[in-house]
């Protein structure tokens, strides 16, 4: 009760103006220059304003590669795949320079994947698919076919 009592009139005191100034002398005793702030000289704080640019475009400029290697990407496999080409991702490796190729990671499994196809062009990749195939269904099929070409030829011909 006597908390209640006593915030009140503090609070009644400091309307009229008759000794409650400490909000105002706070307000006061802040600095307005940025450096006193933070706690620094001038020239450390304009030190420290450099260094927080220069790490803001070195962040900026390893997005933009990050960015412009993506766009490669993406035209790579739309390249890979005669998918239209995007004017966007252009745009992005140009902006970002054109010694822009694809991460190693990447270029090791388009690699793998270029010999993987190249296995499977081949005559031994073809080869290799019949073994995978099923012999007694395309036996099934082609005996299937056989007589249905001689029943026709049976119809026509009057020797056969």
Do not use: W
Request: hydrophobic letters at 35%; proline letters at 2%; glycine letters at 6%.
């Amino acid at each position: 009760m006597a908390f209640l009592m006593k915030s009140m009139l503090s609070n009644q005191v400091k309307n009229l103006g008759l000794g409650g100034g400490g909000e105002e002398s706070k307000e006061e005793s802040t600095p307005s220059d940025p450096a006193a702030a933070a706690g620094m000289t001038r020239e450390e704080y304009e030190e420290y304003q450099k260094q927080v640019v220069e790490e803001k475009m070195e962040r900026d400029a390893a997005f933009a590669q990050k960015k412009a290697e993506r766009a490669c990407l993406r035209v790579h496999l739309r390249e890979k795949y005669r998918l239209p080409k995007s004017e966007l991702d252009e745009n992005q490796i140009q902006m970002a320079g054109d010694d822009v190729g694809l991460p190693e990671d990447l270029q090791k499994m388009v690699a793998e994947d270029q010999v993987e196809e190249e296995d499977k062009d081949s005559i031994l990749g073809q080869l290799q698919n019949l073994q995978n195939m099923d012999m007694d269904a395309i036996k099934e099929k082609a005996q299937a076919t056989f007589t249905e070409m001689r029943q026709a030829a049976e119809q026509k011909c009057a020797v056969m």
